[in-house]
């Protein structure tokens, strides 16, 4: 069975036809796109070249994904959601609107980005709640950050770019950019680098063991120097 769904192209939106596996045919050119034939892709939704959409996977209306992306087994990405290129979202995964993820951003195996300050099924008068009746928040993470496994980060956040949340956290208020934070609720417990190894104090900097890139702490910030 052949499903319609968007994929951008040349910086324009052009309609293809989903195919059960691997390459889809949009006219003039082929373009690589792979969504798992029990995948739910809305036909609103834009998905750029390259990307991936493993089983189960849900992307729902007016969702837009960037070039070169994984959607893993069975993760959830909300109305509206806007992630970036290079980015991976892993299985289980659930990303409610409105979210935004940057480009090369990580999203651990059952990590959760929530939507609402204070939930509720009803209203204080027992009536099931309707769309009108909250307003969503959303999660914002910045470039390159990534949210290990089973982390739960409580709208509205922000995580800063190259920032790591580490499995398990629950993430209450922002999180500076090149952060290492962990645990209930989390807290930072150091600094990492781009290539999200823990960085190393040395005199009045910091430097990343993997690439040799020198950071300095600025009022609680990082910075890059070299």
């Not at 750029?48 to 996977?57: F, I, N, R, Y």
């Not at 509206?80 to 659930?94: F, M, R, T």
């Not at 993470?141 to 922000?158: F, K, M």
């Amino acid at each position: 069975m052949i499903h319609s769904i968007s994929s951008r192209r040349r910086g324009r939106t052009s309609r293809v036809a989903r195919l059960p596996a691997g390459v889809i045919d949009a006219g003039e050119e082929r373009i690589s796109l792979f969504v798992a034939e029990n995948a739910d892709v809305s036909p609103s939704a834009v998905v750029g070249e390259g990307t991936k959409v493993w089983d189960l996977a849900q992307v729902r209306e007016n969702a837009t994904i960037g070039d070169h992306c994984v959607i893993g087994r069975g993760a959830y990405i909300g109305s509206g959601v806007a992630v970036g290129s290079n980015c991976k979202i892993q299985n289980l995964a659930l990303v409610y609107e409105p979210a935004v993820l940057e480009d090369g951003v990580f999203i651990g195996p059952a990590v959760v980005l929530t939507n609402d300050t204070f939930p509720r099924a009803v209203t204080p008068d027992g009536a099931l709640k309707s769309a009108s009746d909250w307003e969503a928040v959303g999660v914002t993470i910045r470039t390159g950050a990534s949210i290990g496994a089973r982390a739960v980060c409580i709208a509205p956040v922000e995580i800063g770019a190259w920032a790591t949340v580490a499995a398990g956290a629950v993430v209450t208020r922002d999180v500076p950019a090149f952060a290492l934070v962990a645990g209930v609720p989390a807290r930072r417990i150091g600094w990492v680098g781009r290539a999200g190894v823990p960085l190393v104090e040395e005199a009045d900097h910091w430097v990343c063991p993997a690439t040799g890139e020198t950071y300095r702490e600025n009022h609680e910030n990082l910075e890059v120097v070299a």
